[in-house]
């Protein structure tokens, strides 16, 4: 493999997390989940930073992902996860009003991603067929922008107040 191609590798695999053997797009959620959970455990708190993390890694993808076919031998194989990675901070760009633990955040906000990811629902499906790169993408997008709204509904709903709160009194 060439460094362009390794290089396009490593974007398009979300670091490698997508060349798990089984279920590559959860593992490429649950590496975009670690990421957004560590910088939280360092502190990194800002609204921007789901956001900025999003066009981040859509903006790697959209730049090597003309490459796809050439590294993999395929449109859109399942190592494929940096649009994973997109749609999962989508979901979890969403402020939260309540004082609810982060990790209830990162693990609903998983949760939804993948339903939506997985399922298709809402249009998800159609836009996964726009051919290249786009298509890849975007289906993730829309995925993400789903789960970011339920989140919102259930925070604002106040179903996110009502989860066990784990700090010692």
Do not use: N
Not at 4 to 22: E, Q, V, Y
Not at 78 to 92: F, H, T
Not at 117 to 128: A, F, N, S, Y
């Amino acid at each position: 493999m060439s460094p362009k191609d390794r290089f396009s590798w490593l974007i398009l695999t979300f670091g490698g997390s997508g060349a798990a053997p089984k279920a590559p797009g959860t593992f490429g959620s649950l590496a975009a989940i670690c990421v957004a959970g560590i910088l939280w455990g360092a502190g990194v708190r800002e609204l921007w930073l789901m956001p900025a993390l999003a066009a981040l890694i859509a903006l790697l993808h959209l730049g090597v992902g003309d490459r796809i076919e050439a590294v993999f031998g395929e449109e859109d194989p399942g190592a494929v996860v940096s649009d994973e990675a997109c749609g999962q901070w989508i979901a979890l760009a969403v402020p939260i009003a309540s004082d609810v633990p982060f990790g209830y955040t990162l693990a609903i906000g998983f949760g939804l991603f993948r339903l939506f990811d997985i399922t298709k629902w809402l249009g998800v499906g159609r836009l996964e067929k726009i051919p290249g790169k786009w298509g890849v993408l975007l289906d993730d997008v829309l995925a993400g922008l789903y789960a970011g709204l339920v989140l919102f509904a259930l925070d604002a709903g106040g179903v996110l107040a009502l989860l066990p709160s784990f700090s010692s009194s």
